[in-house]
């Protein structure tokens, strides 16, 4: 097989995640929520989410880091930490928005344009780094690296301010849980 055949695979097996995730989370915007898991405690997943994003930021930070030092395989393994803690974030927020109902910002003057434009930019860009970090991964796990680095100088900073933006934004709207 050759690598083209073998990038095609990939790119659609990366845009049907991509599909899947961000049309999951879509559904759950959209979606009616239901009373019937009223009596779950899962008040806790929100500090989760924020614990986790907190920790792909500092995989990534550390990933970076790594690669400047020309150290590979710290640079992989911090990787797959920051995809790690990224999936127990997508589990958790998939059950946290499943299950409960929304949580609406309080904060009034200056601070509510701030929060939304936060939120926002977090959002969109949550939906854009899906197929972005996929794809970064599997150029550099076939080590096409000249490909792997080109899209990585995108990935990298929107993938940081992705996971930074989601800890913001817990911290930010936390005290209206």
């Known amino acids: 097989m050759?690598?083209?055949?073998?990038?095609?695979?990939?790119?659609?097996?990366?845009?049907?995640?991509?599909?899947?995730?961000n049309g999951v989370i879509a559904l759950l915007f959209f979606m009616p929520k239901s009373d019937k898991f009223a009596h779950l405690d899962l008040t806790f997943l929100p500090l989760l989410n924020a614990v986790c994003n907190s920790f792909t930021f500092i995989f990534l930070v550390a990933a970076l880091i790594m690669i400047k030092q020309k150290n590979i395989q710290a640079h992989k393994r911090f990787i797959f930490a920051a995809f790690t803690t990224t999936a127990i974030f997508l589990v958790s927020y998939l059950i946290y928005h499943s299950l409960m109902p929304d949580t609406h910002f309080g904060g009034e003057g200056?601070?509510?344009?701030?929060?939304?434009?936060?939120?926002?930019?977090h959002i969109v860009l949550s939906a854009i780094i899906v197929p972005l970090a996929l794809f970064t991964l599997l150029r550099g796990l076939n080590?096409?690296?000249?490909?792997?680095?080109?899209?990585?100088?995108?990935?990298?900073?929107l993938w940081l301010y992705v996971s930074i933006t989601g800890v913001i934004v817990y911290i930010m709207i936390s005290p209206y849980y």
Do not use: C, D
């Open 110 to 121: 200056i601070i509510r344009p701030i929060y939304f434009f936060v939120l926002i930019t």
């Open 2 to 21: 050759s690598r083209t055949e073998k990038n095609k695979n990939y790119t659609g097996i990366v845009v049907m995640l991509t599909i899947i995730i």
């Open 143 to 157: 080590m096409q690296v000249e490909r792997h680095r080109k899209i990585a100088r995108w990935t990298m900073p």
